[in-house]
């Protein structure tokens, strides 16, 4: 996939080693999680402090890139969870709406404009052809001061991964995803953490990335 030459991304950013329909690839079940216990924590708790989780009242949140958990301590009111595998998302016991879809075909979120307290993307972003449609798509469906929350560790699929996530480190990942939402318009500037313990901690990293909703 070339960039449009007004783009900050090199040709051949987006390109990925397999470049197969992604249906194929997600069409089995995979009811495990990608990250460690650690990791999950970090997410949850990001949740939590953003008021995001049960425990802030109700809430309509939208988990994209979803599978059979999504990492809040307690369900809001409503959650979307929108994925590629059904059976995945059947199994997500907080959800109350799942949606089927391949945002890397069709980035259009299909929601009302203001209509979610929330969106959450949570190790999947990397795996994003159009990034900047669907976070412009994010946007549009967020209440104004809403937040977009984008985690991410260092592990993936490199197969389904795109080529500039895996060419580069931690840190510019973090600038990649902030440069993402800047481009997507919308937002407030984004603000980028490790949200793991440093030093001795040897599991896997957690980071994210946050913005909201401008009025």
């Known amino acids: 996939m070339t960039t449009p030459a007004h783009d ?8 990925r080693a397999d470049p197969s329909p992604d249906a194929v690839f997600y069409a089995p079940t995979r009811l495990v999680t990608h990250i460690d216990d650690g990791a999950i924590a970090a997410v949850a708790e990001l949740y939590a402090e953003l008021g995001l989780d049960g425990s802030a009242g109700p809430r309509r949140l939208l988990d994209l890139m979803s599978s059979w958990v999504s ?4 369900a809001p009111g409503e959650l979307v969870v929108l994925g590629m595998n059904a059976a995945e998302l059947d ?4 959800a109350t709406e ?12 299909p929601l009302p404009d203001a209509s979610v307290d929330g969106v959450l993307c949570c190790v999947s972003v990397d795996y994003l052809v159009r990034p900047v449609e669907v976070l412009a798509e994010a946007a549009r469906v967020l209440r104004p001061g809403a937040p977009v ?3 991410f560790s260092n592990r993936c699929f490199p197969s389904k991964a795109i080529r500039g996530w895996l060419e580069t480190d931690d840190a510019t990942h973090c600038a990649i995803v902030a ?21 001795r901690h040897r599991g896997d990293p957690l980071y994210a990335v946050v913005a909201r909703r401008l009025g």
């Open 8 to 15: 900050p991304f090199p040709a051949g950013f987006f390109d």
């Open 71 to 74: 990492h809040l301590r307690s």
């Open 91 to 94: 199994a997500n016991p907080m």
């Open 98 to 109: 799942r949606i089927v879809q391949d945002l890397n075909d069709d980035p259009l979120l």
């Open 149 to 151: 929350v984008l985690t």
């Open 179 to 199: 440069t993402y939402l800047r481009l997507a318009g919308g937002f407030t500037e984004p603000e980028a953490s490790l949200r793991t313990p440093g030093g």
